[in-house]
């Protein structure tokens, strides 16, 4: 299991997404997530940002597999 931040201006899922993402381009088989925290800013009275801690789990890869 690995743990990743994302955040977003547009909400939760968003940052969700971008963390997700993110770690999809370094991390190979990504199997499940749980989301850990949310937090974010609060600007002029209104949610300025979004960010989410995510515990994201994979599978590892089967070294036999590799030859």
């Known amino acids: 299991m690995i ?3 994302g955040s977003s201006h547009d909400g939760i899922q968003d ?3 971008n963390a997700i ?3 999809n381009e370094t991390v190979r ?3 499940w997530f749980e989301m850990r925290e949310v ?3 609060i600007e ?4 300025g940002w979004y960010q989410v801690r995510l515990g ?3 599978r590892l890869e ?3 597999a590799n030859g």
């Open 44 to 47: 002029d009275g209104k949610v």
């Open 21 to 23: 993402g993110r770690a």
């Open 39 to 41: 937090r974010g800013t």
């Open 3 to 5: 743990e990743v931040v």
């Open 56 to 58: 994201i789990g994979f």
């Open 62 to 64: 089967d070294p036999q």
């Open 29 to 31: 088989h990504l199997d």
């Open 15 to 17: 940052a969700i997404n």
